[in-house]
T-cell receptor
Framework: DAGVTQSPTHLIKTRGQHVTLRCSPISGHKSVSWYQQVLGQGPQFIFQYYEKEERGRGNFPDRFSARQFPNYSSELNVNALLLGDSALYLC???????????FGPGTRLTVT | AQSVSQHNHHVILSEAASLELGCNYSYGGTVNLFWYVQYPGQHLQLLLKYFSGDPLVKGIKGFEAEFIKSKFSFNLRKPSVQWSDTAEYFCAVIPYTGFQKLVFGTGTRLLVSP
């Protein structure tokens, strides 16, 4: 079975630009969560979606937004990029909620 | 602020040594507890989890963890490590307060020398 997939693998953007990251969950999983992992830190929760509805949001500015599509894939959008947005962005999927999450390989975003 | 603490940031062991990685959390009430592992070049994967019942939890690859409620701790143990256990280990908690989400510790990098 295919695991969680994320694209792109790596991305380099300039300050002020916009970025879209994509995630495809494991087949049958209806919940997708996004995390930001800065070097030397553990992953920090950004969003959780279930059945296309936002269930929860972490302590991130409004520049961060996400959505989930009818096929349960998801996009994370970040506007007006800052240097501090440089991180590994992880997507995790589950049947429902945060309890049995399977993580993707992540997208490494570098903002210059 | 409420948090998850992993006090050992880097641990270096020789093969066959015993391992104990500390994890403490500061949430009151009911919590679900997890240890995740990230092997070099691989995804984060679940090692073990505690929801309720026996506070001694056994996971994959010979790992176990003990939940001590009075100490707000969930330490990870393995009696005899192997070189292949070299990885980064993350403790995570789901507190049953407000929206339930995974809260991770900062991680512990384990290097096992052959």
């Amino acid at each position: 079975d295919a695991g969680v997939t994320q694209s792109p693998t790596h991305l380099i953007k300039t300050r002020g630009q916009h970025v879209t990251l994509r995630c495809s969950p494991i087949s049958g999983h209806k919940s997708v969560s996004w995390y930001q992992q800065v070097l030397g830190q553990g992953p920090q929760f950004i969003f959780q979606y279930y059945e296309k509805e936002e269930r929860g949001r972490g302590n991130f500015p409004d520049r961060f937004s996400a959505r989930q599509f009818p096929n349960y894939s998801s996009e994370l959008n970040v506007n007006a990029l800052l240097l501090g947005d440089s991180a590994l962005y992880l997507c995790a999927s589950s049947l429902d909620g945060p309890y049995e999450q399977y993580f993707g390989p992540g997208t490494r975003l570098t903002v210059t | 602020a409420q948090s998850v603490s992993q006090h050992n940031h880097h641990v270096i062991l020789s093969e066959a040594a015993s391992l104990e990685l500390g994890c403490n959390y500061s949430y009151g009430g009911t919590v679900n507890l997890f240890w995740y592992v990230q092997y070099p070049g691989q995804h984060l994967q679940l090692l073990l989890k505690y929801f309720s019942g026996d506070p001694l939890v056994k996971g994959i690859k010979g790992f176990e963890a003990e939940f001590i409620k009075s100490k707000f701790s969930f330490n990870l143990r393995k009696p005899s490590v192997q070189w292949s256990d070299t990885a980064e280990y993350f403790c995570a908690v789901i507190p049953y307060t407000g929206f339930q989400k995974l809260v991770f510790g900062t991680g512990t990098r384990l290097l096992v020398s052959p």
